[in-house]
């Protein structure tokens, strides 16, 4: 299984902060084709599940051997009739006509797989995440994973993973299971690169490919000038300026901030795919192309020599 060096996070086709309508999210899966991305990310959680439901009927319209499917387990979406009328809690622009439930358990994941099989149209998945485990290591450990260890071995799964905003339980997960791929959002970015401490040079040590989410964290990254949204919050003053003072760094080489906060990533080793996300065709295409450019590696050196950046990244090298 080989992922796009850029896959597309789809949790925007899930009304993420806001609505789009069915024609845009096709248009933006098939631009992020036309842009050579083959690696598609999705999970129920993204929109009660229409992020599944657009995926797989934008992607209908291609050769299934040529594109890479993910989705996720641990919530469980259960029928709620009563609160149709009502909208989504957990950020997207959706009716509540579904009410989601953690559940690690085997059948838990037996149900939340088939289920994602039927939104998507699909006849296989080609990776499937043990989703937000924080507060469920246990039944992780004792369920989940031991699950989709079992569906790889019959073939039903190609490869399994954990998709997490941590860097420390991963490790964990990584260390106690033979897993094929880590998705980890938000920490390993021009302002959070903790991942560096231990899961990186373990995925790479165990030969466990990384996908690198949330680049942008949240917003802050994803403009020449940073945003104020940082992981889904209001950005402390001290961030704002911190990416401020790297955004100017960047400027002085003729880098754009979004277009560092993607190659960073892209530049470890046991990185396979940075996957990032897009509202429209648009999205898609400055993504690629920012994608395509070259970073001067002084840039690193600059950010490193001003307290910016950490010791060794930008390279992959260890400090």
Known sequence: ??????????????????????ETATATVRRAWDEDVRYFDTAPHYGLGLSERRLGAALAAYPRDEYVVSTKVGRVLDPDPEGAGKKDDAGFDVPAAYRRRWDFSRDGVLRSLEDSLTRLGLDRIDLAYVHDPDEHFDDAVSGAFPALLRLREEGVLGAIGTGMNQSA????????????????????????????DELLPLCAERGVSVVVGGAFNGGILATAEPGRLYDYAEAPESLVERAERIAAVCAR???????????????????????????????????????????????????IDAGLLRPGVGTGRLP
């Open 1 to 22: 299984m080989k992922l796009s060096s850029l896959g597309l996070g789809c949790a925007q086709l899930g009304n993420l902060y806001h609505a789009i309508d069915d």
């Open 169 to 196: 339980m991963p490790a964990e997960f990584v260390r106690r299971f033979d897993l094929d791929v880590v998705l980890i959002a938000g920490r390993y970015t021009l302002l959070d690169q903790s991942a560096q």
């Open 253 to 303: 080489h003729g880098v754009e901030l979004p277009q560092a906060a993607l190659a960073l990533p892209a530049a470890h080793p046991a990185v396979a795919s940075v996957v990032v996300g897009a509202h429209d065709p648009g999205q898609v295409s400055a993504n690629a192309r920012r994608a395509r450019a070259a970073v001067p590696p002084l840039l690193w050196t600059e950010l």
